[in-house]
């Protein structure tokens, strides 16, 4: 069983910057692979990014490639979302998500998730 509570999120105006955190509770979180997703209201939630369990792979969505930087720290078991340069359209509320298979964008790989942080960014 992995709890996870994110932070950091809160209103920026456009490109400024926020750095998300989501502290993990439970044995598994060194051994799983971590992602950020978002959801804008009315709109599905999708991918931003995931990091393996040892941060040797990272992977983005194009639409934040260059801006968002993923990173995690296992000794405090965090994951991180850095990001810069936000848009207005990067509003959103940000999940994070722990999946024991692997490293993957698919959400339906993902067994647990954080209860989200909103962002908001004003133009």
């Known amino acids: 069983q992995v709890q996870l509570v994110e932070s950091g999120g809160g209103l920026v105006q456009a490109g400024g910057s926020l750095r998300l955190s989501c502290v993990a509770s439970?044995?598994?979180?060194?051994?799983?692979?971590m992602g950020w997703f978002r959801q804008a209201p009315g709109k599905e939630r999708e991918f931003v990014a995931a990091?393996?369990?040892?941060?040797?792979?990272?992977y983005y969505a194009d639409f934040v490639k260059g801006r968002f930087t993923i990173s995690r720290d296992n000794a405090k078991n965090t994951v991180y979302l850095q990001m810069n340069s936000l848009k207005p359209e990067d509003t959103a509320i940000y999940y994070c998500?722990?999946?024991?298979?692997?490293?993957?964008?698919?959400?339906?790989?993902?067994?647990?998730w954080g209860q989200g942080s909103r962002v908001t960014v004003s133009s």
């Open positions: 998500a722990a999946a024991a298979r692997g490293v993957t964008g698919e959400r339906d790989w993902y067994d647990y």
């Open positions: 439970g044995r598994t979180f060194s051994s799983s692979a």
């Open positions: 990091i393996s369990w040892s941060a040797d792979k990272r």
